[in-house]
């Protein structure tokens, strides 16, 4: 709990309704069961979200535009640039299939690496759970209508609702293989005792692949993002909180094994200790930060110009563009190419050496620890590590095997995202 006196007085008046504590939960853990199980059993899986990560992000870029008529700087074809510190030998590449730790799995062997909770919707309240991104702005639900694509799910029934409110207008969300479609509506939404009125909900007749019940464990999406990146082109759910003047504009996040928590207006002092190290934002639409360079044991290995790196819970790796990761794992003693066998993008580093690499964000190094970082034995003494490389991608996006590593704050006020030590 935040020390009341620091609180403003409408804060004091939500949290005498209910304290604004998600607890975050995960179906099943990829990340952990990659250490399980093996690597390439969960690849297929982890390969389907980078590529929605990517149109995700794409699909960002393309709303900022609409909602401004600005360019987001990722997005104008401009990669930026980074510059190796040393001389680093080429990557062995691997190629060796015949002592793998495990043999792919088919792709209908779900798991997922969301992380959801609670939110109500409509009046009288409707229960649904939903994955909190803050790499989107758009909420949306499966409604009652959808095609078979939402079989399995909850339904939000806005005819049940006295507070719904049909806009008319329709939408389309592209993630990955897959996108939702239907129409926006606006409705009454609670999450965690804390109201929004006339929020906007996209009610889906459709949704497609990445969407359904054996890939998607909730039944919607919450995006927590700023208002520019809405496709929606209406306010965000944590937007009409702020706006309404439910919760002052900042947010806490911790993403772990157990105990993940969204903590709405401020942070959850029990989940952390220290200072928050502060980094400001360089634009107000995704939580976007200027990367500076790439460490290895705390050392920059390459330093960076014009490079984004952007927040995303929503994401699980830490992905990066294909200079940048090039130069940091040729950067590692034994690291090796794993495309041939993995796909492209995926390296490896010595198991019994993992590094800890790390990220300069406004002139502080954030470190991965070395057991996040690992995603598990591939073959020999390779293993698989966290930072993968997405060709045609010109910015990084920080997602899970980063943020694992801190309490999260997301200060919308204050235009910066802070992290500090989680306990
Ligand atoms: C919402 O409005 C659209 C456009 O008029 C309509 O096609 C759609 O059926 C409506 N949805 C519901 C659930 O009433
Ligand atoms: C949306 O996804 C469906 C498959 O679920 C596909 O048939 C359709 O072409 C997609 N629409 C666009 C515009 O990509
Ligand atoms: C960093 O941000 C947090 C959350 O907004 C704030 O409480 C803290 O005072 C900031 N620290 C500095 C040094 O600005």
């Given amino acids: 709990m935040v020390p009341l006196k620091t609180l403003p007085l409408f804060y004091l008046v939500a949290s005498a309704v209910a304290l604004p504590k998600i607890p975050l939960s995960k179906r099943d853990d990829i990340l952990a069961s990659m250490k399980r199980n093996g690597v390439l059993s969960n690849i297929?899986?982890?390969?389907?979200?980078?590529?929605?990560?990517?149109?995700?992000?794409?699909?960002?870029?393309?709303?900022?535009?609409?909602?401004?008529?600005?360019?987001?700087?990722?997005?104008?074809?401009?990669?930026?640039a980074f510059v190796a510190t040393g001389s680093n030998p080429p990557l062995e590449k691997l190629t060796s299939t015949s002592k793998r730790a495990t043999a792919p799995e088919p792709l209908t062997d779900a798991e997922d690496s969301l992380w959801f909770g609670t939110i109500a919707v409509g009046t009288p309240p409707q229960s649904l759970t939903v994955d909190f991104d803050t790499g989107s702005s758009d909420t949306f639900l499966p409604a009652v209508g959808c095609d078979a694509t939402c079989n399995g799910h909850t339904l939000y029934n806005p005819a049940a609702s006295s507070t719904a409110v049909n806009t008319t207008d329709p939408f389309f969300l592209q993630f990955g293989a897959g996108n939702a479609t239907g129409f926006v509506f606006t409705d009454t939404v609670t999450i965690s005792g804390l109201t929004a009125s006339a929020q906007a909900v996209g009610?889906?007749?459709?949704?497609?692949?990445d969407f359904e019940i054996d890939e998607f464990p909730p039944d919607g999406l919450v995006g927590l993002a700023f208002p520019a990146l809405a496709v929606f082109e209406r306010n965000p759910l944590f937007s009409t909180l702020v706006a309404q003047g439910t919760v002052p504009p900042v947010f806490g996040v911790k993403l772990a094994e157990t105990g993940s928590e969204l903590f709405l207006g401020g942070v959850d002092t029990a989940l952390f200790?220290?200072?928050?190290?502060?980094?400001?934002?360089?634009?107000?639409?995704?939580?976007?930060?200027?990367?500076?360079?790439?460490?290895?044991?705390n050392r920059a290995v390459a330093t960076a110009t014009g490079v984004t790196a952007i927040v995303d819970t929503g994401t699980?790796?830490?992905?990066?563009?294909?200079?940048?990761?090039?130069?940091?794992?040729?950067?590692?003693?034994?690291?090796?190419?794993?495309?041939?066998?993995?796909?492209?993008?995926?390296?490896?580093?010595?198991?019994?050496?993992?590094?800890?690499?790390?990220?300069?964000?406004?002139?502080?190094?954030?470190?991965?620890?070395?057991?996040?970082f690992n995603l598990?034995?591939?073959e020999g003494n390779d293993c698989v590590g966290g930072v993968v490389s997405l060709a045609g991608v010109p910015f990084w996006v920080l997602g899970d095997i980063f943020l694992r590593n801190f309490y999260t704050v997301f200060d919308q006020g204050n235009a910066r995202v802070g992290f500090a030590t989680p306990r």
């Fill in 273 to 297: 200790t220290g200072a928050f190290r502060n980094v400001s934002l360089i634009e107000e639409d995704f939580y976007a930060l200027n990367l500076q360079a790439l460490d290895v044991g």
């Fill in 316 to 372: 699980t790796l830490l992905i990066g563009d294909e200079q940048g990761v090039e130069i940091l794992y040729s950067s590692i003693p034994g690291a090796k190419d794993a495309s041939a066998i993995i796909g492209p993008g995926f390296f490896t580093v010595p198991c019994n050496r993992i590094p800890t690499v790390g990220i300069t964000l406004g002139n502080q190094i954030f470190n991965v620890a070395p057991a996040i």
């Fill in 203 to 209: 009610a889906s007749n459709h949704y497609s692949v």
């Fill in 376 to 378: 598990g034995l591939l």
């Fill in 44 to 80: 297929n899986r982890l390969k389907m979200q980078i590529a929605k990560t990517q149109s995700k992000i794409q699909a960002g870029f393309a709303a900022i535009e609409r909602n401004t008529g600005g360019v987001h700087p990722a997005a104008a074809g401009m990669p930026g």
